[in-house]
């Protein structure tokens, strides 16, 4: 039998929501990823505020990329049809580049629905192949296949054990389809 989470207990608001979308993140969720972003000001990040939401803003990634413009830190909650909720963490913001960016900050993490805990795939340091992001797609990770691969259409992704968080994959399968994609800011 699971303990019950008292919202309440936290202080975590996530801001912005429409009224009708189906939500992935929760007040839980977050936190437990937050003691995971930035060592130094973790604590100070209170307030979540929602940038895009598959659902309400449509499947066009030029529409994401106006939606997060030079915003950071972000997480990245994907919802696949199998119910598998999974993203990502950086402190970058996304722009539309083909080449590597992000730091060792960047993180990969998935929600196990068993027991309702986290796993979390840190910076290896084996690469720099934190994010590469495009009109064509979002990834994050590489060396040997991209750790979350997220298409243009924000449908279709797939993801594979990269060297640079050396994770194991987010979904049940190598390629997913996405039902919802949340993006969030974490504002001081």
């Not at 973790?42 to 106006?66: A, C, P």
């Not at 840190?122 to 934190?130: A, R, V």
Request: hydrophobic share 30%; with cysteine.
């Amino acid at each position: 039998m699971g303990s019950v989470f008292d919202e309440s207990k936290y202080s975590i608001h996530l801001l912005g929501r429409e009224q009708g979308a189906h939500p992935i993140l929760t007040v839980e969720m977050a936190h437990m990823i937050l003691p995971h972003v930035s060592p130094s000001v973790y604590k100070e990040y209170r307030n979540w505020r929602i940038l895009y939401n598959l659902e309400y803003h449509g499947t066009n990634s030029q529409t994401m990329y106006d939606c997060v413009y030079e915003k950071s830190p972000l997480v990245v909650a994907i919802m696949d049809e199998e119910g598998y909720i999974f993203g990502a963490y950086t402190t970058d913001y996304f722009r539309n580049d083909n080449h590597y960016y992000g730091n060792g900050q960047t993180f990969l993490w998935k929600y196990v629905n068993d027991d309702s805990s986290f796993r979390f795939f840190p910076s290896t340091g084996n690469n720099q192949y934190f994010i590469i992001s495009e009109k064509n797609y979002l990834a994050f990770g590489g060396g040997r296949g991209f750790g979350l691969y997220i298409s243009d259409d924000f449908t279709n992704g797939f993801s594979d054990k990269c060297e640079t968080f050396n994770n194991e994959k987010l979904s049940c399968n190598n390629q997913f389809k996405c039902v919802n994609i949340e993006i969030w800011c974490l504002e001081l």
